[in-house]
């Protein structure tokens, strides 16, 4: 099939190398350049370095994708499916109801529930024990289309951000062949989602990141593992940011100051919480690269070290 591909960060990748392996990917829409890195340099999207290297000749760049003009160069491509996986912007109606060109998305959830912006890291914060992939048919409301193709699988406890959008970018790469091999033998699906169960992913934002050490260890844990590798869930130490980056629910019955260590063991430093305590595998100290939580805390040894202040 010829296919409009939609997409940005590197979650999208996997989708779009899937595709242009199979079918032909005549345009890719991606998200401007950003600057990054120290130097403030402009650097393209993960989605149109791949694109690039698959040597995919047509890329488009909008900031904004509703202008007239974005819209005019976007249909005047003869193109048989639109696909979209994490582009970043809500594509508009004259998109979504082109007459000759069916639009379906890739989301990193089990729809109906965390529609939006973080579903990877907002399943993980809220502990649960299972997650999926959908792809739904693109309707103008975010993520909420009827679902032609869903696929769950269980989260463990040592899961983190990162294997999460791992397994999923791929997983959801393998789903979409399935679905657009469906669509063109005309026997894809359209479910429609419960609204009654719907829920929502809001975008993270910089109070996301900070730890209480008075919720729950589970709590904390869970905000630790959504946030690594980035950005990373954070702490104060004497005034200077320290990142938590791995860590285990430790059961205890000790009551003290939340944030003020407990013990240190061979593991690493265990810290007191709202509920039992909290041990440390993996930090990083500001301005450093993320070493053990042992090798850390030996370079502090301090008993009377609180967290938090």
Known sequence: MRI?????????????????????????????????????????????????????????????????????????IEADLLVTVAYGQLLPKALLHHPSIAAINLHASLLPRYRGAAPLQRVLMAGENETGVSIIHMVPRMDAGDIIASQAFPVDEAMDYGTLHDLTSKMGASLLLEVITAIENGVSMRIRQDEAIASYASRLQAEDCIISWSDSAQAIHNRIRALSPLPGAETQLRGKRLKVLRSRVVESLYEDLPGSLLENTSE??????????????????????????????????????????
């Open 268 to 309: 690493g430093p265990c810290f007191v919480t709202g509920s039992d305590a909290l041990l440390l595998l993996e930090v990083q100290p500001e301005g450093r690269k993320r070493v053990s939580a042992v090798s850390w805390f030996n370079g502090i040894r301090d008993s009377n070290l609180v967290l938090g202040r």
């Open 4 to 76: 409009i591909f939609f997409g940005t960060p590197d979650f999208s990748v996997p989708s779009l190398t899937a595709l242009q392996e199979r079918h032909e990917v005549s345009l890719v829409v991606s998200q401007p350049d950003r600057p990054r890195n120290r130097g403030m340099t402009l650097s393209p999207p993960p989605v149109v370095k791949a694109a690039r290297a698959l040597g995919i000749e047509m890329i488009f760049q909008p900031k904004l994708i509703k202008d007239p003009g974005s819209l005019t160069r976007i249909i005047a």
